[in-house]
């Protein structure tokens, strides 16, 4: 259940408006391709030239803008902040929650504020976690999302496919099923394009 919620969480995708540049500037680049079969080669290369190098442009930003440093390279003063930015379960959250509120109440015994209590505590588990633990600096969360956006234009793509064959639709709306199928493929190989790139950063 928790694995089709991230597959469908849609916005986790960065710079949608990048990618429908590059979808719509497809199908308009089919559609010239239809209109003007005859036309000048090289305005369809860049044509498609252009309308690539945008897509390429958003599958680099969007891993990017997935890239977080890992909440145990950071400052914190602020213990829920700080619990909720770790990745483990709920279970070691509480753990953890307890443990550093049990440090805090101990500093605090001794004469520290609330503020500096909290603070000494974060960094005493940063310090234990960096020595037992050399982590990788970025987060980089699976892209679910991808699959999710697979699946829903595998459907339209049959919707269209369907209709087509009992009334003949016009060549925009071919075109667009045509351009998701495209970019179906593509984005499938994104997600194990990504877990590689996920891979080579772990291991820096």
């Avoid at 994104?190 to 080579?200: A, G, N, P």
Wanted: proline share 2%; glycine share 4%.
């Amino acid at each position: 259940m928790n694995k089709i919620k991230k597959i469908y969480s849609l916005t986790d995708i960065k710079y949608p408006w990048l990618l429908l540049i590059s979808m719509l500037g497809f199908i308009l680049a089919l559609y010239f391709n239809r209109a003007y079969p005859y036309a000048f080669t090289r305005i369809e290369i860049v044509i498609y030239g252009a309308v690539f190098l945008v897509a390429l442009l958003w599958s680099i930003l969007n891993y990017v803008g997935h890239l977080k440093i890992s909440a145990i390279y950071k400052r914190h003063d602020n213990i829920e902040v700080f619990i909720r930015g770790l990745t483990m379960n709920n279970e070691e959250k509480a753990d953890l929650t307890e443990y550093i509120n049990d440090f805090v109440k101990d500093l605090e015994e001794n004469g520290s504020t609330h503020e500096e209590a909290v603070r000494t505590a974060i960094s005493h588990f940063q310090v234990k976690e960096f020595t037992q633990w050399q982590g990788n600096i970025f987060e980089t969360p699976i892209h679910y999302y991808l699959l999710g956006y697979v699946s829903i234009f595998a459907g339209l793509i049959i919707v269209i496919q369907c209709i087509d064959l009992i009334v003949s639709l016009p060549f925009i709306i071919l075109a667009v099923s045509f351009m998701l199928m495209l970019f179906s493929a593509a984005f499938i190989c994104l997600f194990f394009i990504y877990k590689l790139m996920d891979v080579m950063i772990a291991k820096k």
